[in-house]
Nanobody, 121 residues
Framework: QVRLVESGGGLVQAGGSLTLSCTVSGSIFEINTMCWYRQAPGKQRELVAAIARGDSTNYADSVKGRFTISRDNANNTVYLQMNSLKPEDTAVYYC???????????????WGQGTQVTVSS
């Protein structure tokens, strides 16, 4: 069974920083793109940042220059370094990964349980 476990959320003042991490466990063959999404109350889930196996990255315009996504392939972990946090960054942050469990089947999307990030003004 594949599991994605996030950590690092919490309460921080505006202008502060947090680092989220997400570790994939279980029997896997390879992990392709890894992403962070977020969902604020009453809003749709949105893509925050993505990182491919080759380390190319993509960011939502709202976080460019403030957030950095990175990955540690040896430990099946993805990170999201969040700086200059704003109250509008408050949301539940979800880890997502495109994972192939064996070499002979297609890859599937897996999700973590989410971690709350609250930024106070």
């Amino acid at each position: 069974q594949v599991r994605l476990v996030e950590s690092g959320g919490g309460l921080v003042q505006a202008g502060g920083s947090l680092t989220l991490s997400c570790t994939v466990s279980g029997s896997i063959f390879e992990i392709n793109t890894m992403c962070w999404y977020r969902q604020a109350p009453g809003k749709q889930r949105e893509l925050v940042a993505a990182i491919a196996r080759g380390d190319s990255t993509n960011y939502a315009d709202s976080v460019k220059g403030r957030f950095t996504i990175s990955r540690d392939n040896a430990n099946n972990t993805v990170y999201l370094q969040m700086n200059s946090l704003k109250p509008e960054d408050t949301a539940v942050y979800y880890c997502n990964a495109d994972i192939r469990r064996t070499s002979w089947i297609k890859s599937y999307d897996y999700w973590g349980q989410g971690t709350q990030v609250t930024v106070s003004s």
